[in-house]
């Protein structure tokens, strides 16, 4: 009996090693941290850098711990608030970068998400067709317009931080009968950036979240501006827009516009604000994007 109870003790121990050992295979290994990457790192270096030659600052450190996350950048300002400067070099699900957000507001932190553009094929010029992604369309509506990009590679910063729009973009359809018509696109934008004055960091709240951001201009909201003050000028010119031959008053009147700020706003943002302001419909869109083709050719 006393025989049998050791032996069985035995093979209890012998089981529970094995499984204890199996267990410690198996444990998923900690994925490599992010931050080890050279683009990562450097950017990093920037706004460790740069941040303080624009702000007030009581404190400031990199990957600095704050609950269960560890921020890229940690600011505090001299007016008290705290900033997490949030670098993404990769891909990242919007729930991740949404709960991120979360957990760092819980912890009275002002939250700017800044992408390294070169990861996304992302440069500080006018793009159509481009497809945007689940995390950029999440951060136009919590930015109010823009997302914020950097564009760094091994070899260095190429582009200084700056915002970008993305505007609807119309592409040329077919029906049925082989009728060619213009209809706006659900998945694929036009990427308009533009720039900040400097790195002064402002606060706001929106969408239930305390965020922080740039001195920088809604991109939709300068061209709606110059737009409606072109149409307000417009009429102290129009005499002398009349004597064009070969255009209609409202083609000439899209032909300036398109020529003047297109090379800042590019087509389809022009068509949306002008649509917006209901100077054109659909069926403009046509001799637009002829009129924009012509003149890029012909710059």
């Known amino acids: 009996m006393r025989f049998r109870e050791i032996l069985g003790f035995k093979n209890i121990v012998v089981n529970y090693l094995v499984i204890l050992s199996v267990e410690i295979m198996i444990e998923p290994k900690p994925k490599k941290n992010e931050a080890e990457s050279f683009e990562h790192l450097r ?11 624009d702000n007030k600052v009581e404190f400031l450190k990199k990957e600095y711990p704050i609950g269960d996350r560890i921020a890229d950048i940690y600011c505090k300002l001299s007016t008290g608030k705290k ?24 912890n009275n932190c002002y939250v700017l998400w800044v992408f390294n553009g070169s990861s996304f094929e992302r440069y500080p010029k006018i793009e159509d067709k481009v497809r945007i992604l689940g995390f950029e369309k ?12 950097i564009n760094m590679t091994k070899s260095g910063i190429h582009s200084p931080v700056y915002p970008a729009h993305f505007a609807n973009y119309y592409e040329l ?13 659900l998945t694929k934008k036009s990427f308009i950036p533009s720039f900040i004055p400097s790195l002064k960091i402002k606060t706001f709240k929106n969408m239930g979240f305390n965020l922080a951001g740039f001195y920088d201009d809604n991109v939709r909201n300068s061209c709606l501006d110059e737009i409606t003050q072109f149409l307000k000028n ?10 064009i031959k070969k255009m209609s008053p409202n083609q000439k009147m899209l032909y300036l516009i398109i ?3 297109s090379h800042k706003y590019g ?6 604000i002008l649509n917006y302001l209901k100077v054109v419909t659909k069926k403009d869109y046509r001799y637009m ?3 924009y083709r012509y003149l890029t050719k012909k710059g």
């Open 43 to 53: 950017i990093k270096d920037h706004f460790y850098t740069f941040l303080p030659l």
């Open 83 to 106: 900033i997490v400067v949030e670098i993404q070099h990769s891909m990242i699900l919007v729930k991740d970068l949404i709960q991120r957000t979360r957990e760092y507001n819980e």
């Open 138 to 149: 999440r951060c136009q509506l919590l930015y109010r317009g823009r997302v914020y990009y």
């Open 173 to 185: 359809k077919y029906s049925k009968s082989e009728f060619q018509y213009y209809h706006r696109s």
């Open 234 to 243: 417009y009429n102290a010119i129009e005499k002398e827009v009349k004597k």
């Open 259 to 261: 020529g003047i700020y």
């Open 267 to 272: 087509l389809n943002l022009l068509f949306n």
């Open 289 to 291: 994007s002829t009129i």
